[in-house]
């Protein structure tokens, strides 16, 4: 099976003057068109450089092993003129905190026309313009906001533009970083919302990052659970949510109460302790110094990705016996 | 709680230690830096020169009425840098003129700061019209050309030393309240100041525990070149002949060779050797000092 | 023990730009804490809930109505002030901004032990008390975090420095504004735990400002709804969250993610302007019922009739005409 986007055991280090940093160590995902994988974990777990490598845009400090494949072929060796015909109209990257990643001084329409006029130099400007005008309207904004200014947009309305300007280029695979995490519960709906039906309709493939499993569960197909640089727990949204396999997905579930649930009240649930410092993990399952169900074996054993019939994977000890 | 009080004792001693190690760490980051070293290192022997002058050159030399070289003679064996048109080495007159120099460049430096961070700190920190009345008086100080208003006030106060200290302190402070006054309003709106206030602080408690601190940095940097500043203001205000006639700074040598036609008459090592000291004690100056933003200012450390 | 209630009344606050329109950013409302009770105060951002929490804890100066303690106003002379922050303290949103990055952690919770001489007044040494502070806040041994500087410290540990600051001056009641948002989903359960637990050992009362409903149900006893200014729907948690009375409570609920039994009720644009507060119902100009014609009945209300401010007690309280309208046609 060759899916839009293939992850084949990736591992990033980072290069310090104190030694290499593992930031992820062998994970291995598989996007295909029209199908939206999420990626949970803490920060620091790993999430967002792994997401830097679908376009090469991890720092240079950082030494990637392993493949990423977009469309089959490898990103990290691909030639510098194919990556950056990638980057304009194969993937594209939606970031949070919109207003910084705006330039305040231009109006919002000449920010989304930008990718399309180097793009596609032929166009004529009124079809530059209808363009932007159309992409806005699929992001739920009239076409007339294009002459405003990011200042005069409220949080939600930016974010919005961002993922026009993610669109303008019609990629196959967008990449959404905590695209939601700075908005209001109402706005996080609109923006969910735009998001969906862009996959609808455009059978876009769709990796979403977010430290909020319930948001995944609401919008993904598939979620992997990343912890300390791998995947723990990977399986079909709900299932993730609901039913999680790994400790430490349970955990993440339960961080977000079902709201009517009376046995989440006045019992919040939480993690004791903090996430491992990557550059001293500790021995073992390097979730075993936080996990409420740790054994004798886990603190010496190194629990491996393990798939069931069910189309679902965790890493951990436990599961292994089941 | 009998763990807790043992305490007190190693809570303190621990904190010194802390704070020595932030020196050293402070020091080890300023010794990478290579200008700032040299700078370091420069200053230092003309300090040390200034405080040994008894030493090196016998006051006696100062004195006309016991020069014992001609007029201008060129360096010799006897005059290493030569002699001035009263028949003085020139060398004795460079050694005794660091002294003054410098003095007045740390003098007028230090009133500069204060002046210029109270100023700054208090018309950040207080809104409304005490903060506007002061800023604008900034305003007004930094528009009026400095070198007219310093030459008018050298003249009213009269032509010491002392009041060359002040004419510069008194004008060069309007740059460093500019600064200490962005700085201000950018700590004043931090969330521990809002927390600070909760806590019950007044706005002394929070100047000084927390704003500061937060500009501290920024002053001693600001210090560094406050002095070339200075120095350079002295030796431009003795060179018009408003410095202190009864001693020997670099700048009332330049006027002195200036006024007997050294240039003309070709007596460059009357000229020379203080132009010379002045420019690069400024330079140096600056070099320490750019080199103390890169140790004190958190931000650029954090990008290494 | 006594209860002591900190108490909004008719509270409004007004900011003014110059020459521009007033922005009403609370606009009457009634509110109450009670020591070992934890409301939580719900909105989204432009609701007015963090100018309301600054207000109570006399950051700003209400524009009408007043703020109380124990039934008297609050004295706003610098000794009357002083008097209050012992008694009401405030953990800030982001405690990477609110702790001094230049002051180790034993001098950031010494801070108010220091300002209100505590020491001399307890008869303790400082050194005791900032030790006691911290262990209180969950962070054991104490000692060893005396001299960390923040940046040294997780999200997690720095949030309950700043706890440990606010307990340290042996509050009765505290406003935490958004305590977890900021944080790591796996910590924010256990900074939740941390406030659940003050509240049971040291009888702390707690107003939680949050856009979070998960959190209220989490950890609040009652909760008070705010849009645009005022509360819009008021009650014992499991009443406003199980069985919401106000259209916006329920699309507010309605969006959380992975709500199963709601359909999705999501409002189109945002919380308007304080500058122009709509006329009648402030609600009106987006409220799905009003759209969907179920409250057609009561239309004429809701755009033109203003709705009285929700009383600060007990009971489940909605700011609606339907809702009104239902109630009178069952009773």
Request: net charge neutral; with cysteine.
């Amino acid at each position: 099976m060759s899916g839009l986007l293939e992850f084949e055991d990736v591992s990033v280090t980072y290069r310090t003057s104190g030694g290499d940093v593992p930031a992820v160590r062998g994970v291995s995902l598989s996007v295909a068109a029209g199908e939206v994988v999420g990626i949970a974990g803490e920060s620091g777990c790993g999430k967002s450089t792994l997401a830097a490598t679908i376009l090469r845009l991890q720092p240079p400090s950082a030494k990637v092993t392993g493949r990423v494949l977009f469309e089959g072929e490898d990103v990290q060796t691909m030639r510098w003129g194919d990556l950056r015909a990638l980057r304009w109209a194969g993937a594209s990257m939606v970031f949070q905190g919109a207003l910084h990643s705006l330039n305040p001084v231009q109006r919002v329409g000449a920010q989304i026309a930008e990718p399309i006029r180097l793009h596609e130099e032929s166009l004529s400007d009124s079809a530059v313009a209808r363009r932007v005008g159309e992409l806005l309207e699929q992001v739920g904004l009239p076409a007339a906001r294009a002459r405003a200014y990011p200042h005069q947009l409220s949080g939600g309305q930016r974010q919005r533009v961002m993922i026009a300007m993610a669109l303008a280029c019609g990629p196959r695979l967008i990449v959404a970083d905590e695209p939601t995490t700075a908005l209001d519960v109402m706005v996080q709906a609109q923006v969910l919302g735009v998001l969906r039906d862009l996959v609808r309709e455009f059978d876009v493939g769709l990796v979403m990052i977010s430290h909020d499993l319930s948001v995944l569960a609401d919008l993904c197909d598939r979620i992997a659970v990343m912890y300390a640089g791998r995947v723990v727990e990977q399986g079909p949204a709900g299932k993730v949510f609901t039913d999680p396999l790994h400790p430490y997905a349970a955990a993440l579930a339960a961080s977000f109460p079902h709201i009517g649930d009376m046995a989440a009240r006045y019992a919040p649930s939480g993690l004791p302790g903090d996430p491992p410092d990557p550059a001293d993990l500790p021995t073992g399952c390097s979730f075993h110094p936080r996990c409420p169900k740790r054994f004798g074996a886990c603190e010496t054993t190194d629990p491996q990705l393990r798939s069931d019939s069910a189309g679902r994977a965790a890493a951990c000890l436990l599961v292994e016996g089941r | 709680m009998s763990a807790t009080t043992a305490a007190p004792v190693s809570a303190r001693a621990l904190a010194r230690r802390r704070r020595r190690e932030a020196w050293r760490r402070g020091w080890t980051t300023f010794r990478s830096h290579r200008a700032g070293m040299i700078g370091l290192t420069v200053l230092t022997v003309f300090v040390l020169v200034a405080l040994l002058a008894p030493l090196l050159a016998p006051a006696e030399g100062l004195e006309v009425t016991k020069a014992t070289g001609g007029v201008l003679e060129k360096p010799s064996g006897e005059f290493w840098l030569g002699t001035d048109d009263k028949g003085r080495s020139v060398l004795t007159l460079l050694i005794w003129g660091s002294r003054i120099s410098l003095f007045v460049g740390l003098m007028a430096t230090l009133i500069s700061m204060v002046i210029g961070t109270i100023i700054g700190i208090t018309s950040g920190y207080f809104g409304g019209w005490t903060g506007a009345i002061l800023f604008r008086l900034t305003e007004w100080f930094l528009v009026i050309p400095f070198l007219p208003l310093a030459i008018v006030m050298a003249t009213v106060l009269g032509r010491s030393l002392l009041n060359i200290v002040i004419v510069i302190g008194v004008t060069s402070w309007p740059g460093t309240a500019l600064l200490i006054r962005s700085q201000t309003l950018t700590i004043r709106e931090r969330p521990y100041l809002e927390r600070a206030r909760v806590l019950g602080a007044g706005s002394t408690h929070q100047i000084r525990r927390h704003i500061l601190p937060n500009v501290m940095p920024m002053v001693f940097a600001n210090t560094t070149l406050t002095v070339a500043i200075a120095i350079l203001t002295e030796t431009t205000l003795s060179f018009l002949g408003l410095g202190d006639p009864t001693r020997v700074s670099w700048g009332t040598m330049l006027d002195q060779a200036f006024g007997v036609g050294a240039i003309t008459t070709g007596a460059w090592w009357f000229i020379v050797p203080p132009g010379v000291c002045v420019v690069l004690v400024v330079l140096c100056f600056t070099l320490v000092g750019q080199a103390l933003e890169e140790v004190l200012n958190p931000r650029l450390g954090e990008r290494r | 023990m006594t209860d002591t209630v900190l108490e909004a009344r008719g509270l409004s606050v007004t900011f003014g730009s110059r020459g521009g329109p007033l922005a009403r950013a609370v606009d009457g409302v009634d509110l109450s804490v009670r020591t070992g009770e934890i409301v939580a105060l719900v909105g989204e951002s432009g609701s007015g809930k963090t100018t309301l929490a600054r207000a109570l804890l006399g950051l700003e100066r209400p524009s009408a109505g007043d703020v109380l303690l124990d039934g008297a106003s609050l004295d706003r002379s610098a000794r009357g002030l002083r008097a209050f922050r012992r008694r009401v303290q405030l953990v800030l949103q982001d405690p990477a901004g609110a702790l001094n990055p230049r002051h180790t952690v034993y001098e950031s919770v010494a801070e108010g032990i220091r300002l209100h001489r505590l020491d001399s007044a307890t008869g303790r040494t400082e050194t005791d008390l900032v030790a006691e502070a911290l262990s209180s806040a969950g962070l054991r041994p104490p000692e060893r975090l005396f001299l960390r500087y923040p940046h040294e410290l997780s999200g997690g540990q720095r949030q309950r420095v700043l706890i440990a600051g606010a307990l340290a001056m042996n509050p009765q009641l505290l406003v935490a504004d958004e305590p977890v948002s900021s944080l790591d989903a796996s910590i924010r359960g256990e900074i939740l735990a941390l406030i659940l637990h003050l509240r049971d050992t040291l009888g702390l009362g707690v107003l939680v400002v949050t856009h979070d409903l998960g959190l209220a149900w989490n950890i609040a006893d009652r909760i008070a709804v705010m849009y645009l200014g005022r509360v819009v729907e008021a009650g014992p948690t499991e009443d406003v969250l199980r069985d919401p009375q106000h259209p916006y409570t329920r699309a507010l609920l309605s969006v959380v993610p992975e709500i199963d039994h709601m359909d999705p009720v999501v409002l189109t644009g945002e919380v308007p302007d304080p500058t122009r507060i709509p006329h009648g119902c402030r609600f009106h100009p987006r409220c799905p019922a009003l759209a969907d014609g179920s409250a057609a009945a009561v239309a004429d209300a809701c755009r033109g009739t203003a709705l009285p401010i929700l009383p600060a007690g007990e009971g489940h309280h909605t700011a609606c005409h339907l809702v009104a309208a239902r109630q009178g046609a069952a009773s």
